[in-house]
């Protein structure tokens, strides 16, 4: 899960947690350099996202 706002304490955070997902929250501009179809490793210990293809 990526989000643009947020804390450790957040919804999706939260949320991340429970699903044992991992999360990066609070990126700010994730969703304006991030497509729909974009492959993305997420690693919520180092709260980086690194994106491994791109759709556009």
Avoid at 18 to 44: F, K, M
């Amino acid at each position: 899960m990526v989000t643009d706002v947020g804390a450790p304490l957040s919804h999706a955070a939260i949320v991340a947690r429970e699903l044992g997902i991992p999360a990066v929250v609070g990126c700010g501009n994730a969703t304006t350099n991030l497509s729909t179809g974009d492959r993305v490793r997420v690693d919520g210990v180092r709260g980086t996202v690194t994106v491994l293809r791109s759709t556009a």
